[in-house]
């Protein structure tokens, strides 16, 4: 076993995977509300298949986690199904999710094998949350966060995108939602995807608004940073836990980052915004053996960019 390194010295050891490009939401600022081309089921990768290539990361490169994540992971088809076969490589299986189905399913994925989940929930409030998702499903995901909880997972976090005019009148509300839950709070600075024209830099609510507005509320500590992690984190003074700042575009953490790609279709991406793509599904069914696809996953990660 050997590390995966990019030409900036930084150690690959995380896999992203794309299960699925569908939706149950149309979340404004990720998806339009109709028109997408949804991929064929044929080209989409097969639990096998997915198996296959995480295998050859975990094997040859000692990679040490996986987050599954969309479009929807949860819309998938027997999905703990596929986190069992991923939990026995004996990694950090985690998912990111908007939890809407979660009610029905958090037991299930536990019991697979799954030890982490995100959770998206950007407002708290009924009519907002059906204009942000475009679904009235505040209700069910909020039955999928307490659904998380009570099924142990270690830890559950909250995602909340903040937009500026939309949902920042709510960054106390969220923080104090996560205090009473115990669950940490993640404020995500609000990212030019491709998928939305909503993006201006006038839009982004950085990470020191954020965090002054709410040291106004209560006494924070910021959290020594670890390693590859994304999000900053400061501690409550009176003891209500944790609440973390995702900077994004205020203070890319590129320089830290140790994570490549698989999208649903079997392309391997070196970063979210990457151009270049790597054609891991036409690897996997013309027959190449392990060593092939190893050395195209190697080929891959030598184009990968110092920063976006
Ligand atoms: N459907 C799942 C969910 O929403 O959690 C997983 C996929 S979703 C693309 C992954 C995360 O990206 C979510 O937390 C979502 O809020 C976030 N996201 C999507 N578009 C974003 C944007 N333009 N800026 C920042 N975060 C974004
Ligand atoms: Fe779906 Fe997640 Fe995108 Fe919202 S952010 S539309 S829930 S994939």
């Known amino acids: 076993m050997g590390d995966l390194v990019d ?13 699925t490009d569908r939706c149950n939401f149309r979340c404004t600022y990720c998806m339009p509300e109709e028109g997408v081309p949804w991929l064929p089921r044929t080209q989409i990768l097969t639990f096998e298949e997915i198996t296959r290539i995480a295998s050859i990361c975990v094997g040859r490169y000692g990679f040490t986690g996986i987050r599954l994540t969309g479009g929807e992971p949860t819309i998938r088809a027997h999905i703990t199904r596929l986190v069992a076969q991923l939990a026995e490589l004996g990694i950090d299986v985690a998912m990111t999710t908007n939890a809407a189905t979660l009610q029905h399913q958090a037991h299930d994925l536990r019991a697979a094998g ?16 059906q204009r942000m998702t475009r679904r009235d499903e505040l209700d069910s995901v909020l039955a999928g966060i307490d659904a998380a909880i009570d099924a142990g997972f270690a830890p559950v976090k909250i995602n ?16 104090r939602f996560g205090r009473e839950r115990g669950v940490e709070v993640r ?7 491709d998928a939305t024209d909503e993006w201006q830099r006038s839009t982004v609510v950085g990470q ?17 940073a670890r390693g590859a992690a994304p999000a900053d984190r400061w501690r409550y003074l009176d003891g209500g836990g944790l609440v973390g700042v995702i900077p ?13 790609r698989l999208t649903a279709d079997g392309q391997l991406r070196t970063c979210l915004f990457a151009t270049d793509e790597f054609d891991l599904r036409a690897a996997l069914r013309s027959g190449e053996s392990d ?8 080929a891959a990660v030598g184009t990968k960019w110092a920063g976006h």
């Not at 030409?7 to 299960?19: A, E, H, T």
């Not at 989940?117 to 708290?124: A, K, M, Q, V």
């Open 114 to 129: 799954l030890n982490r989940i995100n959770i998206s929930l950007d407002t708290l409030d009924r009519a907002k949350f």
């Open 160 to 175: 909340a995108v903040i937009e500026r005019g939309v949902n920042d009148d709510e960054l106390v509300d969220l923080a």
């Open 208 to 224: 020191d608004e954020i965090v002054a507005r709410l040291s106004a509320v209560w006494d924070l500590e910021q959290v020594p």
């Open 187 to 193: 404020f995500i600075e609000f990212m030019p995807l």
């Open 291 to 298: 060593d092939q696809i190893a050395a195209r996953i190697e």
């Open 7 to 19: 030409p900036f010295g930084r150690v690959v050891r995380d896999l992203r995977i794309s299960v």
């Open 248 to 260: 994004t575009v205020t203070k890319p953490f590129c320089g830290d980052c140790d994570r490549i």
